[in-house]
């Protein structure tokens, strides 16, 4: 290290930098009404959902997606996972994953721009926002001037309507632990247990935070996809692209008219800013691709009506691909391939994931049986010289009706099983209960006199029920010394 | 490290420097949003919190209390207090439940194998094993075989009172030491150990005087042990003729309990256990496979 020398022109900047506030203007047009549409759907599936009910018989919960940690079980309409099957919960998050991936593929971050909760939340809260205070100009005005009585309640109201839907999404949150109506009443009543409420307090205040007051920052700051996205995505992906090659050299309508009549270049761009003010995350996409951009269109179809107004044509904005100007510089076609060996990939991966996961659901027994020889001791030699292996028998029952099954064992001949808790009936089978929707475990003795037989011996296990005839088998060894 | 006052601004990207520079790297100023500052600056406070309402600074010969007054310990007996209350029903309902009622109902079989269970690892695993297999000695309780018998009152006497354990009710029998007390010489004892392995169809040596063996059990074991040599469970005399042997069946070591005697010893539990854990020792120890 060389001595320490005062820097002569070194301009001293902040190592942290204020939030610079963003105002976005409301904006109309074909991305706006998808994104409506996309936040009403989600977001009306997400409220709504609890309230669904689906039908499964007297012993189980009638809440057509349910997930019940004190039952253990998952519900969701015709399937039902206990915690064993965690894997479908693994398959899920792959199949989320692949899809997110592929997403980007097509269409770079469409998911952040559409679909994200955070932007979803967001769009809602700005909606609020634009309602109680005023569109951009409006509310940026009222916010450098005083604080008058109306800004306050302004204010007031819109912190209010926040937080009413904050609470409302905590709210629903909770819903999907219990059955819906009764915790609604429950919690009307000031009946429901704490940790219900404690779950609404943390993701009310979560959600106000995080759409109302952190918005572009989650984006900026602590989301993983946006670094991920920028590592997996390629030049192929479409994104929110500004058409330079068209806009610049951008200058105002009366000059670029006096340049064209001049016969000298002249862009499409009016340099109006309408597509920065319209972005929610004061991005200027006319930079180029921008870590803050969520390929959200919203500044498509601001440019748009910018475009009709000015009646040049439309999509000076538009989701295009930096490969596809470099084309039309160069007087080729530009094009857009979809199907490309990623998206092929990625599709496929999600075929064979889905179609694995299907078809485990589809044949998916409704009983198993496991069995757990007993440790110590390994055999147990009988008064007659017989040995004795004990195991412990888990028998599952999926069904919502009660169950019996007889157990029978297989690969010793002239050997015999009893079940402690279970006398053999009067036709000699070992047959055991098992309640509705549970699991239950029994010491099976299986007792032997082949005294031939080596050290381990294969001996299977096989449940049959005795209503139906369904079976489940598994196996094990029998050991002697 | 040295500071370039030169570049106080990099030429691709428009950003502030830090004035740092490495190797001819410089440093740029990407600043941290300030809310993140914030955040650091609160969660020092909060530990601060954490201080005061949680025991925390190590005194001389204590420790800063907190005003929560919490106390690990508390926690672990208001748990443990917990449990017993969530189990108590189950424990009363097992407390009042014969033998068959408890095999007939699967959650109150499972309740008494658990709870026997844990008490047989905390109480009897260290001479019956964990898996009451036993050892030389030490009787496997997984077996079909019982000194003093293998239906469930007979088990939780023996768990109750113990083995020659000196409590006034305790189970308790002799096995003499005919050597060591003189009562047969060691060519007698030698006979009778002889006869007793013929008893279950071990080999015997065949020079060996099986009738001399015969006439001396018939004479000194039989009281005990029975004429056909089957055992008297009320005595706790072992079943000679089965395949069970709870010292081994070497000629050598029959001989030695013949000498010396035998008394192996149980403490009583009575008094230790109540008698609910007891109940739930017995049905543990009856359904490992041997109960009769
Ligand atoms: S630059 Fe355009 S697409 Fe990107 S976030 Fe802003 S408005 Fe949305
Ligand atoms: S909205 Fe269109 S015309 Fe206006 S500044 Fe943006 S790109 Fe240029």
Known sequence: MTAHQPPEFFEEAPLYEPRRAVYPQAVHGTYRRIKWAVLLVTLGIYYGLPFVRWDRGPNAPDQAVLIDFPGRRFYFFFIELWPQEIYYLTGLLILAAIALFLMNAVAGRVWCGYLCPQTVWTDLFQAIERLTEGDRREHIQRNNGPWTAERVVRAGIKHFLWLMVAWWTGGAWVLYFSDAPTLVRDLATFHAPFIAYAWIGILTVTTYFLAGHMREQVCLYMCPWPRIQAALTDEHALNVTYRYDRGEPRASVKKSATLRENGLPAGDCIDCLQCVHVCPTGVDIRNGPNLGCIQCGLCIDACDAVMTKIGRPPRLIAYDTDLNITARQEGQQPHFNIVRARTILYAAILAVIGGIMLFTLATRHAEAVNVIHDRNPIFVRMSDGAIRNAFTVRIINKRLEARAFALTISGLPGSFVEVIGAAPRSDGRVVIEVGPDQTREVRALVTDYNYALPPFTPVGFHLLDIATGERADTRDNFRRP | ?292
């Open chain 2, 1 to 292: 490290m040295a500071l370039d006052p030169h570049h106080d601004r990099d030429s691709v990207t428009g950003t502030a420097t830090t004035g740092h520079v490495w190797d001819g790297i410089r440093e740029l100023n990407t600043p941290l949003p300030r809310w993140w500052l914030w955040i650091f600056y609160a969660t020092i406070v909060w530990s601060i919190g954490y201080w005061v309402v949680y025991p925390s600074w190590p005194l001389v010969s204590s420790f800063t209390q907190g005003v929560f007054g919490w106390h690990s310990r508390e926690a672990l007996v208001r748990d443990l207090a917990e449990l017993k209350a969530v189990r108590g029903p189950m424990m009363d309902k097992l407390a009042a439940a014969s033998l068959p009622e408890i095999m007939s109902d699967p959650m109150l079989l499972d309740f008494a194998r658990a709870q026997g269970r844990t008490s047989f690892g905390d109480n009897c695993a260290p001479c019956h094993g964990p898996g009451a297999a036993g050892n030389k000695g030490y009787p496997n309780l997984a077996d079909d075989d019982w000194l003093w018998g293998g239906k469930i009152e007979d088990i939780a006497t023996t768990v109750r009172y113990g083995i020659r354990s000196g409590d006034p009710k305790t189970r308790i029998s002799l096995m003499p030491a005919f050597g060591r007390d003189n009562m047969l010489t060691r060519p007698q004892i030698e006979n009778v150990a002889d006869y007793v392995r013929s008893l279950s169809g071990l080999s015997v040596n065949a020079k060996a005087n099986l009738s001399d063996g015969k006439a001396i059990f018939q004479q000194q074991c039989a009281t005990c042990h029975g004429d056909d040599g089957k055992g008297k469970r009320d005595l706790g005399a072992p079943d000679l003729t089965d395949a069970i042997w709870l010292y081994g069946s070497d000629r050598a070591v029959i001989i030695e309990g013949v000498w010396g005697g035998r008394g192996g010893t149980m403490p009583a539990w009575v008094g230790r256990l109540d008698d609910t854990t007891i109940k739930a020792l017995s049905i543990y120890v009856h359904t490992l496979g041997g109960g009769q």
